[in-house]
């Protein structure tokens, strides 16, 4: 999955102990961040958290990223202004992943589009609960 180790987390992380415990983070001591429009709904992207950069989203009212190519902290909205105004954060049952709920400014996709799934539909059989 992930090219690069990030930073570990361990004993050093600025994380409560209690979240820092919960978390299931990958070979690169990374968790999946899914983005969502607070008020609709609509997912708008997912991105990668080191325990450094849910810190930083979680005190700072913008969301962080951990860049797994670049190996670097991004903000969202720093070059393009297209910012993410957090809402909430929640972690979920198995703590391998957490739900970002953002007051999203612009575009969230790099390549100008709304989401990072705009025109990217899969033809798939759908089911039906009946």
Partial sequence: MSEQP????????PLPAELAEALKRDSAGLVAAIVQQFDTNEVLMLGWM???ALHRTLTSGRVTF???????Y???????????????LAMDCDGDALLVRVDQV???????????????????V?????
Avoid: I, M, N
């Avoid at 930073?7 to 992380?13: F, G």
């Avoid at 969230?108 to 539909?121: L, N, Q, S």
């Fill in 6 to 13: 990030a930073p570990a987390p361990a004993r050093s992380s």
């Fill in 74 to 88: 991004w903000r969202k909205g720093d070059t393009s202004g297209h910012v993410q105004w957090v809402k909430s």
């Fill in 126 to 130: 759908t089911g039906s609960a009946d």
């Fill in 50 to 52: 080191d325990d450094e």
């Fill in 106 to 124: 612009g575009a969230a996709c790099h390549t100008g589009t709304r989401t990072c799934f705009d025109g990217r539909e899969l033809d798939a």
């Fill in 66 to 72: 951990y860049s797994r190519s670049r190996q670097e």
